[in-house]
């Protein structure tokens, strides 16, 4: 991952070579270094190279520089040999400053879009949550499926109901803030609003009380245990909010600014 790469080389001397004053340093620990860094940076998986233009050829310059350092330092031509660098600054301080803006991890590509959240950090949060959901599932770890796939429906309901015009007048409404909400009163809200159909808030309840058997008390109380049937369930819950959520949206019981044309629904 992109941060153990960069924890390696906070760790490391490589990071440490002044370039202006050894631009011909050839100590062998800061070459093993390179070598792991390059090494490192090779068993990134793409998809979490998520940079612009500028960073990821400013990226792959320095790991060629590193490359090419490495092949004449171990091949002895050493004459004029630099250390590696571009545009004056230390190839592993470049690779440091770049990897430090790529995530640990993405939603795979099959990942339902969010597109109409108008807040791209959440959008991105609640999609990982949901990929990780889904991947949790495949692997059979049913109660961390079931988790994170609850706490994608909270999100997106909180979401909803923030930019609901028709919360300003709704009678019966909670006293606190919707952040400070209890998870049952998103639900009721979330119907009373039309936000959802009946059918995804009884289904969201199933999930909701699912979620709770997290607390190892309650799961003994009740003799329950999470397994594939619940990790299902809160998944679906958390699609049919979304399908929900895009109808609604068209609907303008939501107003938000990224309601993009391929977020529309034949009514």
């Known amino acids: ?21 050894k631009r011909y340093h050839k100590e062998q620990k800061e070459a093993v270094e390179l070598g792991t860094i390059s090494s490192l940076l090779s068993q990134i998986p793409p998809e979490l190279i998520r940079i612009g233009q500028t960073d990821y050829c400013r990226l792959v310059s320095s790991d060629t520089a590193i490359k090419n350092y490495l092949v004449r ?3 002895g031509v050493l004459p004029g040999l630099e250390y590696p660098a571009i545009d004056g600054i ?23 879009e969010l597109t109409f959240i108008d807040d791209e950090l959440l959008a ?8 990780s959901a889904a991947s949790a599932l495949h692997n059979a770890e049913w109660k961390a499926s079931t988790v994170l796939a609850g706490s994608v429906c909270e999100a997106l309901l909180l979401w909803a109901i923030l930019r609901a015009p028709g919360l300003v007048d709704l009678p019966g409404k909670p006293s606190l803030k919707p952040v400070n909400w209890k998870t049952e009163q998103y639900a009721e809200t979330a119907l009373s609003l039309g936000l959802i159909t009946n059918g995804t808030g009884k289904i969201f309840d199933q999930a909701k009380k699912f979620r709770q058997l997290i607390h190892p008390g309650r799961a003994y ?40 044309p391929e977020d529309d629904v034949d009514m």
Request: charged letters at 20%; aromatic letters at 2%; glycine letters at 0%.
């Open 221 to 260: 109380r009740q003799n329950e245990t999470c397994d594939r049937a619940t990790a299902l369930t809160a998944l679906s819950a958390a699609e049919c909010i979304i399908r929900d959520l895009r109808v609604s949206i068209h609907e303008r019981k939501i107003v938000t600014e990224n309601a993009l």
């Open 124 to 131: 991105s949060s609640i999609r990982l949550d949901l990929s």
């Open 73 to 75: 330092l171990n091949n």
């Open 90 to 112: 230390n190839c592993a301080v470049v690779i440091l400053d770049v990897l430090k803006k790529c995530p640990d991890a993405t939603p795979v590509p099959s990942t339902t």
């Open 1 to 21: 991952m992109p941060s153990q790469v960069v924890a390696f080389i906070n760790n490391s001397s490589a990071k440490h070579i002044d370039i202006k004053n």
